[in-house]
């Protein structure tokens, strides 16, 4: 299984950018999906979920700003980022919960990161 996100790069404060993330391989269902992001020096930290019933969770400090919306014909997650401020950014990480057979529980998977810069 691998998770490959796209759509990072350098903005102004008050911008837009939008991220993707498509799961591909040996997948039997995707559970969740969505993103975490870890800026220098910090832990990482989640930004947004969204369930396979569609149930989405934000960050506190994204909430209203950020948009997570699922295609799960295509197995992908995006993240619509709007009004960023220089303290989002981060390595943005792709995250997935899901199983790869029915008679295996489903377990968490990890894209390579894709850095968003925001300058004030």
């Known amino acids: 299984v691998q998770l490959q996100a796209s759509g990072g790069g350098l903005v102004q404060a008050g911008r837009s950018l939008r991220l993707s993330c498509v799961a591909s391989?040996?997948?039997?269902?995707?559970?969740?999906m969505g993103w975490y992001r870890q800026a220098p020096g910090r832990e990482r930290e989640l930004v947004a979920l969204?369930?396979?019933?569609?149930?989405?969770t934000y960050k506190d400090s994204v909430e209203g700003r950020f948009t997570s919306s699922r295609d799960n014909a295509k197995n992908t997650v995006y993240l619509r980022m709007d009004s960023l401020k220089s303290e989002d950014t981060a390595v943005y990480y792709c995250?997935?919960?899901?199983?790869?057979?029915?008679?295996?529980?489903?377990?968490?998977?990890w894209g390579q990161g894709t850095l968003v810069t925001v300058s004030s």
């Open positions: 995250y997935a919960l899901l199983q790869v057979s029915n008679r295996l529980p489903a377990r968490s998977y």
């Open positions: 391989g040996n997948i039997f269902e995707i559970n969740a």
């Open positions: 969204i369930s396979n019933t569609d149930d989405k």
